[in-house]
């Protein structure tokens, strides 16, 4: 399976982005799909997480209210709609496919998320 991300750029503060991610899989309907990020010198983090159905979702508590995570497995696509962004978004954003609640099984090859104070 491989995740193409795309949707990234630079924003000023306040503003928004909406990032992509298509799978190549015949489906990824079976699948959670997930969003992370790593910021220069700090560790990858959780960022939002959907289930196969696209109704149940969850989010990092630094994120929550501002980004939505959403899916169309029509088009094999997850999407990360982030609003009201701050500095502190800065980061490359890696989209990720998971058989399991906790699990990655794929990641995604990353996009850049720049805020401009």
């Known amino acids: 399976v491989q995740l193409q991300a795309s949707g990234g750029g630079l924003v000023q503060a306040g503003g928004s982005l909406r990032l992509s991610c298509v799978a190549s899989?015949?489906?990824?309907?079976?699948?959670?799909m997930k969003w992370f990020r790593q910021a220069p010198g700090k560790e990858r983090e959780f960022v939002a997480r959907v289930d196969w159905s696209g109704s149940t979702t969850s989010y990092a508590d630094s994120v929550k209210g501002r980004f939505t995570i959403s899916r169309d497995n029509a088009k094999n696509t997850v999407y990360l709609q982030m609003n009201s962004l701050n500095v502190e978004d800065t980061a490359v954003y890696y989209c990720?496919?998971?058989?399991?609640?906790?699990?990655?099984?794929?990641w995604g090859q990353g996009t850049q998320v720049t805020v401009s104070s």
């Open positions: 899989a015949r489906t990824i309907s079976n699948y959670y």
């Open positions: 990720a496919i998971g058989s399991r609640l906790s699990q990655v099984d794929y």
